[in-house]
């Protein structure tokens, strides 16, 4: 029997990241954030300095790329890069090298190499189109994009960071339209995907909105 896998994906900021990660948590299941594989290989371009646009030295870059997921922390050589790939500048890096097809087809099996015993929960743009077309449930998270800048926005505010709430919103909005306009598997909801607009909805109604769509494809024998 294949590893029964969910995937969630959708736009920036939409809080798919901290569904996915509470979902794997109640399941058991392992966890897998797609981005911060394209933010590794971002950071660590930039600290070669290697152009973000150099798709066949990121590719290279991308098929040796000396990540690690341990102890709920992100490593790139051995150092935590956990906070470093947040930042802002590193995520709009993310989004470049994630349009390069080389790219995207030299970090594919590598993800896939996630999908093991009990299950896992990941979170991307195309983790339900292109990476786990078999996943047992697809969610496509989202939330207006006011929404999500002001989510953004009361989380540097509350990391003691500064924050301009137009300039945030203008960013999530850039970032939207490269993801989707891209020719790679842009991000767009999958016709058998799940919508879950979480514009009115708490951490926990996403959660167990998710965690229902699981039972029920456990139920039907997805
Ligand atoms: O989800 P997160 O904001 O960390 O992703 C950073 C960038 O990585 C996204 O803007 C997107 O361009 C890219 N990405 C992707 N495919 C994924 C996950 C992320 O193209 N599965």
Redesign the pocket.
């Known amino acids: 029997m294949s590893v029964p896998v969910i995937t969630i994906d959708g736009p920036?900021a939409s809080g798919k990241?901290t569904v996915a990660a509470i979902v794997a948590q109640r399941l058991g299941f392992h966890y897998l954030?797609?981005?911060?594989l394209?933010?590794l290989l971002a950071l660590h371009a930039r600290q070669l300095d290697v152009a973000w646009e150099a798709e066949d030295r990121l590719a290279e870059l991308a098929a040796s790329l000396p990540a690690a997921f341990e102890q709920g922390q992100v490593w790139l050589d051995g150092n935590d890069a956990s906070e470093a790939i947040r930042a802002e500048e590193i995520?709009i890096g993310?989004?470049k090298v994630?349009?390069l097809p080389a790219v995207r087809a030299a970090l594919l099996q590598r993800q896939r190499d996630f999908a093991v015993a009990p299950g896992l929960v990941t979170?991307?743009?195309?983790?339900g189109s292109v990476?786990f077309p078999q996943a047992r449930v697809k969610i496509f998270l989202t939330a207006s994009a006011e929404e999500r800048a002001f989510r953004r926005y009361k989380q540097l505010i509350g990391k003691g960071e500064s924050a301009n709430l137009p300039q945030i919103k203008q960013d999530i909005i850039d970032?939207d339209t490269?993801?989707a306009a891209r020719a790679v598997?842009p991000l767009r909801q999958e016709p058998d995907a799940f919508l879950l607009d979480t514009t009115e909805l708490t951490i926990d109604q996403a959660v167990d909105t998710v965690l229902r769509c699981f039972g029920q494809s456990q139920a039907s024998g997805v």
């Open positions: 920036s990241g954030d797609s981005g911060s394209y933010r995520g993310a989004s994630a349009a979170d991307g743009r195309d983790m990476v970032r490269r993801d598997a």
